[in-house]
């Protein structure tokens, strides 16, 4: 099952954080009212198919569920569900789109639905529901609109984002107030080096800056038209290597961040060894779990700056021969009812405005895990994909080696990015 339980830098493809492990079992999913009415003009009936990713068989019960209301709803439509495994499936999609058997329904990220959508694989769904931006959250619908292609792609299903978890102890023992953690990226360094004069072993920070420290500093990373990377021609970008390099060098983080075997501020956090780490609204019974010592001593506040968004959709693939059913069971399973049912028993959070009003995410029964439930629904308000999706794997892999260097002192800032934007746009122009 994939997971959003990153380093902050890491790129983050899909988002049922955590949840392989819970075994569950659901039933009876309302068929409710589809969030738009999806479908256009045409009639909803035949058949087609629905392919999920790594969802069965852990989620059978629940997908079977949404089908065969959607079949209830629409009597002369049929649905077949079939499930991807985790591993490849970028790959596989795009080989079922170039020999045409897309299915008709598809669970897409927005990174994976772009290239199909520059080359018109996927339908634009916008044109066909006119309800879309006054039932899912801005953020989320935004993922599925792409620099250089006109339209929306995809039908946002669950989400997530990360909250700022912080050690209570190691503040208290290091002269932090741990009532005033940081809110920003630069009182994240202040009080990083109050830290390190306190407790000269111990460290708040854990990683080195990326794409979206980029965008939070306001450096444009892409060009209008989503054909050329553009950080390295900004100041402020050399500014912020700069900035890590330096408290790199004073020893406000570990050594380890710039080696081949750095575990990530998740791991570090969890041993004890970092006061700071980012992760998912659920990600605090985890730290509890590998190290007890935790429990009772983890703070938590919104993400620095502005929250990252991690976003799930169904697209609709052009060619298929009922696009109004495809469209249909697109917005029927991405309705607010249907996506809560999921989101009440899975970690993850609906994509539809309505559901942030639900108490089970909008309410703080004392806890810590309640209060960063409510936070991570908060956040979903304004939180927005740090990272472009034009940027895959290959082209962040790359930024992060020319970063390191730089913060090694083998290169200047301004080098390292210029090397990085080189690659990363020969990368992007060869698709």
Known sequence: MRSTHRTTSGRVAAILAGAAATALVLTGCSSGSTAGTGGGDGEISGSITLQTWALTPTYTDYLNGVVKAFEK???????KLVDQPGDGYADKVLSQASSNSLPDVVNLPPDIALPLAKRGFLQDVSKDDSTLSSTYVEGALAAYD??????????PWYLNTDIDYWNKTMFTKCGLDPASPPKTTDELFSQAETMHQ????DYLMSRKPGLSDFSLAGVKILNADGTKF??????????????YAKAYKEGLMPSSVLNTDYLGNSTLFTQGKVAWTTGGATAISDFEKNNPSLKGNIIVSPALDNPPLYVQGLSVSAKSKHIATAEALAAFMTNAENQEAFA?????FPSTKSSQSDPFFSKDDGTVQAKARVLANEALKTAK???????????????????????????????????AQDKMNTLLANG
């Open 344 to 348: 009440h028993l899975v970690n993850i």
């Open 198 to 201: 306190k407790c000269p072993d």
């Open 73 to 79: 709803k629409h009597p002369d439509a049929k649905v």
């Open 230 to 243: 553009t950080f390295a021609n900004s100041s402020k970008a050399a500014d912020l290597i700069t900035k």
């Open 146 to 155: 792409y620099k250089g292609v006109d339209g929306t792609f995809g039908y």
């Open 385 to 419: 994909n740090l990272n472009p999706v034009e940027a895959n794997s290959a082209m962040t892999d790359f930024l992060d080696q020319q970063i390191a260097l730089a913060m090694k002192g083998g290169v200047s800032p301004e080098k390292a990015l210029q090397t």
